[in-house]
């Protein structure tokens, strides 16, 4: 499955983003669909993730209450709704995904066979 994600742009902190994660060549379902964000100079981080094999859900800490994951299974994209952005939310986000992943355990980059190719999202202060 390829991956196509959306979404990122230039926005004031508080304010709020919505991206997108579009897959094509396969479906979404029965795996798990990650966003991770690498800000410059720092290690790629894992931030939310969305599993339909099992029904999971995890959000890193500093995001926990401001964003949001969502699935439309007909269109075979997952959102990440963005709300209340913060400078330090500024980075390169990617989805990826695993086959029949969880959320349940680490959000490790090695288990994400799939990636998409990032969508800059910058916060001004």
């Known amino acids: 499955v390829q991956l196509q994600a959306s979404g990122g742009g230039l926005v004031q902190a508080g304010g709020s983003l919505r991206l997108s994660c579009a897959a094509s060549g396969g479906t979404l379902g029965y795996r798990a669909i990650a966003w991770f964000r690498q800000a410059p100079g720092k290690e790629r981080e894992g931030v939310s993730c969305?599993?339909?094999?099992?029904?999971?859900?995890y959000y890193e800490d500093s995001v926990k209450g401001r964003f949001t994951m969502s699935r439309d299974s007909t269109k075979d994209t997952v959102f990440l709704q963005m709300n209340s952005l913060k400078p330090e939310d500024t980075a390169v986000y990617y989805c990826a995904t695993e086959w029949g992943g969880t959320c349940r355990i680490k959000l490790a980059r090695h288990r994400f066979t799939s990636w998409g190719q990032g969508t800059q999202v910058t916060v001004s202060s």
């Open positions: 969305l599993s339909s094999a099992d029904g999971s859900t």
